[in-house]
């Protein structure tokens, strides 16, 4: 720009006008849906602190370690589970899953993977001398074994229906048993090396954090040579980032930016959350702890009109405490209903004299939480009921998570871990669970035996029942089940995971070439 | 000379005593505020494992033990291991420093650069439309929120213009907009306060009588009055210093700049204590010495309040 001369640049600005007057003469436009590309810049939300895997369960770290780490079983963007380092799994018995694993695999440094990885990997995560942030997710597992080195035996201790499911989540990450014992935890931490389709490089804290494709990954080499991945917390410049063309992809896109990215050279790209956002209720509490009240508080919410105005239309409304996507979810039953009359009718049967209901929230934990907990508040005035809105920082909402101390609702995002009701409101509200404000015997007894049996058809069955108890007594009351939005460049050819996994392996990620 | 070593022997012990009361407050108010165990766990996580936690951090002891144990630690240096990061806390504060150095010593200088020489150009050409311009961007520039100003200049600059990259830590060019956003505040207030400062001193006798003289406008500008207004700008300079830290925070936040004001707010939201503590230290620290140099620099310009 600074060469131009005055004429040249005068001569520009004619040719630039001309050109906002032929809306289609914006040659960069069709240009920039292809790309000459080897480098795909990432932004997100935060940074990454960890990169030992099973020290961690936050998005803005598992989207990386799912990357350079493998799961024995992938889950991939069409929710299904697909092989990964093992290529076959199967019940050999009620309590025994055996695995068998893929051939030929090296690991960064050039080790062979063995099944011996795979049993260290299980046992360190329960291991009390690492001592690892993922110590609950194997809890089914009584032992493995490694009968030969392409074979890993599970034996459980009772029936696991889903153990291919938590082996493709978080905690699942395969890591190499003689590099981790060879340099201690804090050096694996420092320098990770995985069997994944990206290598580590270098990280710089809140700055980038770069990654070299692994030319010998088993699934193929991705389509770029090298992955930066850039921290930008502030909604507008992350934006800004990508308009600009400076990143190729940013996630956490909230809905009411949508247009702006859906426009010229970028688009929105999102995935059916994998979970629902609810009011978890402490039915402990009176009125909470009277049914009528609870029916009445779900009838008297509009969500329709906060799906279109909080969410620009980016979520549906929920039918149950189970998520759309996940095993066993009942297409047949109606969306949850508005209708303030019968709440008003609910309400007055229920013997509800007024007292105060409160909603704890927070302010930009979960996408929308004050402005939906803002919205329903005053839904609920509207029905007669005396409500409001109290809001907590995020660190007292978790102190108030921990010790089970929330007073009346509050927002609960749960992600559905292993794509199944167990994974999701049973994970949580099971006795001794961390929303466990309410019991209901028959809904205990069919819970525990869904988590427990291998028959898909019976679990069907007490997932029908548990959800008729469970929209009578609703300890959680669904609001909404979002879209989760990224920004992508149109030359960027992706497919979202709904459920936090970030794929870049070659199957969900391309760049579009000339 | 004497008094001189007696002068910062007693700065020095008040200055102790201020990092000692600045490390206490942060401490209690700290822990008074939040517990990092739950913010560490997965909020399935059951009881024991918050137990757990809790032992390996050393939070389930109780509160005047942990003081203790920080204060021992300090003495010696140690500000103990970041929750967060698992690494000594020391070294990842000594880690973000140099690109927070980087940007606020570029925005000051930005600030010093422009701000006095549009503060004495307006104050000479006082009521001129120069001077009602200046200040007038000048009071937009100090009312203006350091959000804001720098949400403005991404748009316009970089995304609209085209000139500028829109965040990160790069080039010199990825300096120019933080470096701005950051001493907007500091450019504005001043380019005020030198104004004022020069008028105030161009009114005074013995301006009137170098004028007398027959010396030439520059030399009764830059020597005469600049050098007698010099106390109050140096002090407020100073001072702007200071909140550049302050601001550090919001404009290293607006545009993914990698430095310790960002590392602060996010270790107050982990509740990440040893961080947190090293960062208040290190901060404390630096304004004591600016403050400091101030009295020192006092005492260059104005020989009547040199310590005697």
């Known amino acids: 720009m600074s060469d131009l001369t005055r004429r040249e640049l005068l001569k520009a600005a004619g040719v630039a006008g001309a050109a906002a007057m032929l809306p289609s003469a914006r040659p960069d436009v069709a240009e920039a849906q292809t790309t000459q590309k080897r480098e795909l810049v990432v932004a997100q939300g935060g940074d990454i602190a960890k990169f030992d895997p099973h020290f961690s369960t936050s998005s803005n770290e598992i989207r990386w370690t799912f990357n350079l780490f493998d799961n024995l079983v992938s889950r991939h963007p069409d929710g299904k589970l697909y092989p990964g380092l093992a290529t076959e799994w199967k019940l050999t018995n009620p309590t025994t899953w055996t695995f068998k694993l893929r051939p030929g695999v090296k690991w960064h440094n050039g080790d062979p993977f063995t099944s011996a990885d795979v049993k260290y990997s299980f046992e360190r995560t329960w291991d009390p001398k690492v001592a690892t942030r993922v110590n609950t997710v194997f809890t089914t597992v009584e032992k493995v074994e490694a009968p030969d080195p392409m074979t890993v035996v599970f034996t459980t201790k009772k029936p696991d229906p889903l153990l291919a499911a938590r082996a493709a989540f978080y905690g699942g990450q395969i890591v190499p048993k003689k590099y981790v014992e060879a340099v201690g935890g804090d050096q694996f931490n420092a320098k990770p090396i995985g069997t994944g389709p990206v290598r580590f490089v270098s990280w710089t804290k809140d700055d980038k954090f770069v990654l070299d494709a692994n030319p010998d990954y088993f699934g193929g080499k991705p389509d770029f040579d090298r992955l930066v991945v850039r921290p930008i917390p502030e909604t507008a410049a992350r934006i800004a980032a990508l308009l600009k063309g400076e990143v190729d992809i940013i996630t956490q896109l909230p809905p009411d930016h949508g247009e702006r ?33 609870k029916q009445a508080l779900s009838l008297g919410i509009d969500r329709d009109v906060i799906v279109k105005e909080l969410w620009r239309g980016r979520g549906i409304v929920p039918n149950s405490q189970i998520a ?101 409101f049973w994970r949580l509200l099971a006795p001794g669970g961390p929303q466990d404000y309410w019991r209901h015997a028959r809904f205990d007894e069919l819970g525990e035996a869904a988590r427990f049996s291998v028959d898909e058809k019976f679990r069907g069955q007490a997932y029908k029942e548990m959800t008729k108890i469970f929209l009578e007594h609703l300890p959680w009351i669904p609001v909404v089940q979002p879209y989760e939005d990224y920004g992508l460049q149109k030359y960027v050819e992706w497919t979202p995971n709904p459920n936090q996994q970030f794929e870049i392996r070659r199957f969900a990620f391309k760049f579009r070439r000339v | 000379m004497r008094a001189v070593v007696a002068f910062l022997a007693a700065r020095l012990a008040r200055a102790l005593v201020a990092v000692w009361l600045v490390s206490t407050v942060v401490f209690v108010v700290m822990r008074l505020s ?88 307006s104050a000479v050409q006082r009521n001129s439309l120069i001077d009602q311009l200046t200040m007038a961007v000048a009071l937009v520039g100090q009312s203006a929120p350091t959000f804001f100003v720098g949400i403005l200049l991404i748009l316009v600059l970089s995304l609209k213009a085209g000139w500028l990259p829109t965040s990160g830590r790069g080039g010199w060019a990825h300096l120019v907009l933080p470096a701005l956003t950051l001493g907007a505040f500091a450019m504005a207030s001043i380019a005020r306060l030198t104004r004022s400062a020069l008028l105030e001193v161009l009114r005074a006798d013995y301006v009137r009588t170098a004028r007398a003289k027959g010396l030439r406008e520059r030399v009764v500008v830059i020597k005469h009055a600049l050098r007698n207004a010099a106390i109050p700008i140096v002090t407020i300079t100073a001072l702007q210093f200071g909140t550049l830290l302050g601001g550090a925070v919001v404009t290293e936040t607006v545009f993914a700049w990698p430095g310790i004001g960002r590392l ?45």
């Open chain 1, 261 to 293: 990215v859906n426009s010229g050279n970028t688009r929105v790209a999102g995935a059916l959350y994998a979970g629902l956002y609810v009011l978890a209720v402490n039915s402990k509490a009176p009125p909470l702890d009277n049914p009528l009240v």
């Open chain 1, 324 to 424: 759309k996507g996940d095993n066993h979810y009942d297409a047949s039953l109606p969306p949850l209903k508005y209708d303030p009359k019968e709440a008003r009718e609910r309400l007055k049967k229920s013997g509800y004299k007024g007292e105060e209901i409160l909603i704890e929230t927070t302010s930009g934990y979960t996408a929308n939480d004050k402005p939906m907990s803002e919205a329903i508040v005053a839904m609920w005035r509207d029905i007669g009921v005396n409500a409001r809105v109290d809001v907590l920082e995020y660190s007292v909402r978790a102190q108030k998570n921990r010790d089970k101390t929330f007073k009346g609702l509050w927002w609960s995002d749960p992600t559905s871990t292993l794509s199944d009701p167990d994974g999701m």
């Open chain 2, 34 to 121: 939040g517990d990092p165990v739950p913010l560490l766990l997965p909020p399935d996580a059951p009881r024991s494992e918050y137990a757990r936690v809790a032992k390996e951090l050393g939070t389930d002891r109780p509160l005047p033990v942990q003081y203790g144990v920080f204060l021992g630690n300090a003495l010696r240096g140690d500000f103990g291991r970041s929750i967060h990061f698992r690494q000594p806390a020391a070294a990842v504060v000594f880690g973000y420093l140099p690109a927070t150095a980087e940007l606020g010593l570029t925005a000051f200088a930005l600030a010093l650069v422009i701000a006095i020489p549009i503060g004495i150009l």
């Open chain 2, 264 to 308: 602060a707010i996010q270790s107050i939201y982990n509740r990440d204590y040893p961080v947190v503590q090293c960062v208040v230290f290190l901060s404390a620290l630096l304004f004591i010495v600016i403050n400091l140099t101030v009295e020192l620099i006092y005492g260059v310009l104005d020989p009547r309040i040199r310590p005697r």
